[in-house]
């Protein structure tokens, strides 16, 4: 719950502001690691553990942890955000950079940042869902 999506006032998506990637987004620290972990814990509490995100997914809808729904968001959110690092690592890669987790905002055509924005939002509602699942609101 710490790395909260970078999504700013009328659902802009917030870049870095200065440094070598600025005007980049940490895609990994904006929603790929808070889905991953997230599902992780939820799978260590039903004691589902194995497997990958979307086999402990599997898991959890089948333990009624979540609702075919909520996963199905969770697994399409996660996917997306994979699909853009991977599409940038390449990039890089081809570009003669080394590959790391920042996507190019400028790079994104207008659908690419809607599914973007949608993806982002999908990972807030989901850790909205865990703050609630593991009652971390009355954490300090």
Same mark, same amino acid.
């Given at each position: 719950?710490?790395?909260?999506?970078?999504?700013?006032?009328?659902?802009?998506?917030?870049?870095?502001?200065?440094?070598?990637?600025?005007?980049? !987004?940490?895609?990994?620290?904006?929603?790929?690691?808070?889905?991953?972990?997230?599902?992780?814990? !939820?799978? +260590?509490?039903? &004691?589902?553990?194995? &497997?990958?995100?979307?086999?402990?997914?599997? *898991? !959890? $809808?089948?333990?009624? $942890?979540?609702?075919?729904? $909520?996963?199905?968001? +969770?697994?399409?959110?996660?996917?997306?955000?994979?699909?853009?690092? !991977?599409?940038?690592?390449?990039? *890089?890669?081809?570009?003669?950079? *080394?590959?790391?987790?920042?996507?190019?905002?400028?790079?994104?055509?207008?659908?690419?940042?809607?599914?973007?924005? +949608?993806?982002?939002?999908?990972?807030?509602?989901?850790?909205?869902?865990?703050? &609630?699942?593991?009652?971390?609101?009355?954490?300090?």
């Amino acid at each position: 719950l710490r790395f909260a999506p970078p999504i700013g006032w009328f659902g802009k998506i917030k870049g870095e502001k200065d440094g070598a990637h600025s005007g980049m !987004l940490e895609i990994k620290k904006a929603g790929i690691f808070a889905i991953s972990e997230g599902v992780k814990a !939820l799978a +260590i509490q039903a &004691g589902t553990l194995k &497997g990958s995100t979307h086999q402990r997914l599997e *898991a !959890l $809808v089948r333990d009624k $942890v979540l609702s075919r729904k $909520v996963a199905d968001n +969770i697994a399409e959110s996660f996917d997306f955000l994979v699909l853009m690092r !991977l599409r940038a690592q390449v990039e *890089a890669v081809r570009e003669g950079q *080394a590959p790391d987790n920042y996507i190019s905002l400028e790079r994104l055509n207008m659908m690419e940042l809607g599914r973007l924005r +949608i993806a982002l939002k999908g990972v807030e509602k989901f850790q909205e869902f865990i703050k &609630g699942h593991f009652h971390l609101h009355l954490l300090r």
